[in-house]
């Protein structure tokens, strides 16, 4: 199936209306690379290790995977999952896919069999794209056992070294004629308002949901996020998050400073050590994090002695920084530091580097384009008075109108006038920036990564000794969020949480979303209409964590 089947476009007459302000652009995202890269060909576009690439080189190389791509018959249309780590293979083989209308699906190193085979499930993808081994596991026996069970899955892409030759091997270091590559994919350029990629979303239901970006939207994201955050062709940026997020892809990320003629230098971790040595070595000026890795950050800076001269403005989004660590940070790292609210469904908000302390430490920025709309409604989608607060929805020329093949969720996702319910509850500072206050969605949000409590809840229900189960957050004092879940056994059972973890581990629950925490209780709390009563389970999490909330 063509993987524009199950996608939601805008209405013909917004759409036009996109197209007419230049806000979508009609050039695919391959194009908007090879513009670049015909401009400043000899710039270092890529630092991967000891590995630099300059412009010419990158768009050579995407070509050159591009045509073997296409001589596998991979083309528009088809559908690729992508589960690469921090690696010039991950910005290769994402602008080889770009090329040819071939949708890259961005899942993270830490999913498992369970996140991998759903994405499968829903997309029909034909390849899928793995590190050999990557943190101690071995991806390539996974990837074995899945296509051994996914009639679509033809080819397994291995980025590194030794590989079996059974298998196609993601061979991007090999030479090839580049003129002869460009001519083999010419004619398949996709569509501007094809789907591009498919994100994943942290989602509040069951399984992850899919979020399906056009090329003409999401060359709008990273423009205006890029410029927004200063981006130029001077810019050095530091991929510390895993570039398979949105924030880190193109908020403004590895295609924004791409498409400004910067360089991407892609880091493994965020660990200060070895961040902190690349922004060192290759004179590193922007990059972005989540509030834990700040926060770890202005600690390590104390203490280690790198020169982070070179760093000018951080960053910092994905779940709420606190306002003290926000003063906190700029002198401790000597940056500026602008907050990113932003979703991989779209609407991406932030603070300007010119915006006073106040703002640019207590809020969390405002909408990146002018043509974003956004509303602060009450439970009965009213509007409230200004500052109060309320769900936030939105809408916009690089926001969603639907999550990709989810028809009923959209129904309660998506108001009938297209407003995606973004679930965060916010309110309108005076500035006219926004302040996140809180959620109406049932998610965890663990340092910066969205976990769906409903997700881990079916999980523990596969175990045949819980009877009820419920996933909340708990506070921590670094990640933010931690996973705290709490269990009724079935009469005479006594799981305890490493059985109930390793059953977890074995029905292939991604790394991130084992629970950090497992309470077995000997009842859940109810609320009067008889459901259970989370509100009182995060309370008693915060207890036992020994904060107040
Ligand atoms: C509080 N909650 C936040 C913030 C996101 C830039 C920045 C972040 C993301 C991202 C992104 C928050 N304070 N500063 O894609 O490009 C929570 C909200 C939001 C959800 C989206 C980007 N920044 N959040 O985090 O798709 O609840 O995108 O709806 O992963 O993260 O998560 P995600």
């Not at 780590?85 to 770009?98: D, G, R, S």
């Not at 084992?514 to 609320?527: A, F, N, S």
Request: hydrophobic share 40%; glycine share 8%.
């Amino acid at each position: 199936m063509d993987v524009r089947t199950g996608f939601t476009p805008w209405p013909d007459e917004v759409a036009r209306r996109y197209r007419e302000r230049g806000l979508w652009r009609g050039r695919t995202l391959g194009t908007e690379f090879r513009e670049r890269a015909e401009r400043t060909p000899d710039r270092v576009a890529l630092i991967d290790g000891d590995e630099r690439r300059t412009y010419r080189n990158l768009d050579d190389t995407a070509d050159l995977l591009a045509a073997r791509l296409l001589g596998r018959g991979l083309g528009r249309g088809d559908v690729v999952v992508v589960q690469l780590p921090n690696t010039a293979e991950f910005v290769i083989l994402t602008l080889a896919c770009l090329r040819i209308g071939v949708v890259p699906v961005m899942a993270l190193t830490q999913h498992r069999q369970a996140d991998i085979r759903h994405l499968f499930d829903i997309t029909d993808a034909r390849a899928y794209a793995v590190p050999t081994r990557y943190r101690d596991f071995d991806h390539l026996a996974m990837a074995d056992e899945i296509a051994a069970r996914t009639p679509s899955l033809r080819h397994v892409l291995v980025a590194g070294e030794a590989t079996p030759p059974d298998r196609f091997r993601l061979a991007i270091r090999e030479d090839g004629d580049p003129t002869t590559a460009r001519s083999s994919i010419r004619p398949h350029t996709p569509a501007p308002d094809d789907p591009a990629l498919l994100l994943l979303s942290g989602g509040t239901t069951g399984r992850p949901k899919l979020i399906a970006r056009t090329h003409d939207d999401y060359a709008l994201n990273a423009r205006a996020t890029a410029d927004v955050c200063g981006i130029t062709e001077n810019t050095v940026y530091l991929i510390a998050l895993p570039a398979a997020h949105n924030f880190a892809l193109a908020c403004p990320g590895i295609l924004g400073v791409l498409f400004a003629g910067g360089t991407v230098v892609m880091s493994d971790s965020p660990a200060p050590d070895r961040a902190f040595a690349l922004i060192e070595r290759h004179a590193v000026t922007d990059t972005a994090v989540v509030p834990a890795v700040a926060h770890r950050w202005a600690e390590a800076a104390r203490t280690t002695g790198y020169d982070l001269s070179s760093l000018r403005a951080l960053a910092v989004g994905g779940s709420r920084l606190a306002p003290e660590l926000a003063r906190r940070v700029e002198p401790a790292l000597g940056v500026r530091v602008q907050q990113g609210f932003g979703m991989a469904e779209g609407l991406i908000n932030y603070t300007r580097l010119d915006d006073p302390d106040t703002v640019r430490h207590g809020t969390q920025g405002r909408p990146v384009c002018p043509d974003d709309e956004i509303r602060i409604v009450d439970p009965s989608d009213r509007d409230v008075p200004d500052g109060h607060t309320g769900e936030l929805l939105t809408r916009g020329p690089y926001t969603i109108r639907g999550y990709y093949r989810a028809p009923e969720h959209n129904a309660r996702a998506f108001t009938a006038d297209g407003w995606y319910r973004t679930g965060d509850i916010v309110r309108l500072h005076p500035s006219g920036n926004l302040v996140v206050e809180g959620r109406v969605k049932d998610i965890i949000n663990r340092g910066g990564e969205k976990i769906s409590a409903e997700e881990i809840e079916n999980f523990a229900y596969g175990h045949p000794a819980v009877s009820d189960a419920a996933a909340v957050p708990s506070p921590d004092p670094v990640l933010g969020e931690v996973i705290c879940l709490y269990i009724v056994a079935k009469p005479d059972t006594e799981p305890s949480p490493e059985a109930l973890r390793e059953h977890m581990t074995r029905a292939g629950m991604a790394v991130h979303k084992l629970p950090d925490v497992i309470h077995v209780i000997t009842r859940m709390p109810t609320t009067n209409v008889g459901k259970i009563d989370k509100a009182a389970l995060r309370t008693d999490a915060a207890r036992r964590q020994g904060h107040a909330i």
